[in-house]
């Protein structure tokens, strides 16, 4: 069965720090974009990092650019998201997913491109 495995999640405090780590289990990241989602309560889901399948593009949303950074490590097939100086207002539900790009490992796809998605970590920001 092909799905993520999600895991880094929980309680910290506003200005703290969090890895959020998605191994690939049963398909391979290569030939894959990688995004990262999250669900606020309320809200709905929000696209807040992308990056290509040659990690030469990346797109961040204004809420997480310059705190978040996405990372890859094939050796390990696993995607990470990295959260620094954390806000109340990043509290949500995180999901990362991956998006086949073939040969075009430049591109940034569309969210409804996305099919491979992780079951979602929570993340509360609270003092």
């Known amino acids: 069965q092909s799905q993520f495995v999600e895991s880094g999640g929980g309680l910290v405090q506003p200005g703290g720090s969090l890895r959020l780590s998605c191994r690939a289990s049963g398909f391979t990241l290569e030939y894959r974009a990688i995004g990262w989602f999250r669900r606020a309560p309320g809200k709905e889901r929000e696209r807040i990092a992308v990056i290509s399948d040659n990690n030469r593009h990346s797109d961040y949303s204004d809420s997480v650019k310059g705190r978040f950074a996405v990372s890859k490590d094939m050796a390990k097939n696993t995607v990470y998201l990295q959260m620094n100086n954390l806000k109340p207002e990043d509290t949500a539900i995180y999901f990362c997913?991956?998006?086949?790009?073939?040969?075009?490992?430049?591109?940034?796809?569309?969210?409804?491109?996305?099919?491979?998605w992780g079951p979602g970590t929570q993340v509360t920001v609270s003092s």
């Open positions: 997913a991956a998006a086949w790009t073939g040969i075009n490992n430049q591109i940034l796809p569309q969210t409804s491109e996305f099919t491979y």
